[in-house]
């Protein structure tokens, strides 16, 4: 659940401006990765790897809407899976 929190507290962080689209990527991309051989591990490894994959066009094209759709994707993704 620390993990669930951390990703959460990232993606705030970013809508709330701390971050730029590429510090977003960075961050995002380091974060701890929750334990594969939990069902929650699972399901946001999944999550994780499509909001990079998604982040990587925002990044290339400094993006911020799209990276804000990220970041909404992802609380939401939290948010259903707490």
Do not use: W
């Not at 974060?31 to 946001?44: H, Q, V």
């Not at 999944?46 to 759709?69: G, Q, T, Y």
């Amino acid at each position: 659940m620390d993990r669930l929190m951390h990703l959460l507290g990232l993606c705030k962080s970013y809508k709330d401006g701390k971050y730029n689209v590429e510090e977003f990527y960075s961050r995002l991309d380091t974060a701890l990765k929750p334990e594969p051989e939990t069902e929650i591990g699972k399901k946001m490894i999944s999550i994780i790897f499509d909001a990079i994959r998604e982040l990587d066009d925002a990044v290339f094209f400094n993006d911020e809407k799209k990276a804000n759709e990220v970041a909404d994707i992802l609380i939401n993704a939290i948010h259903k899976i707490q």
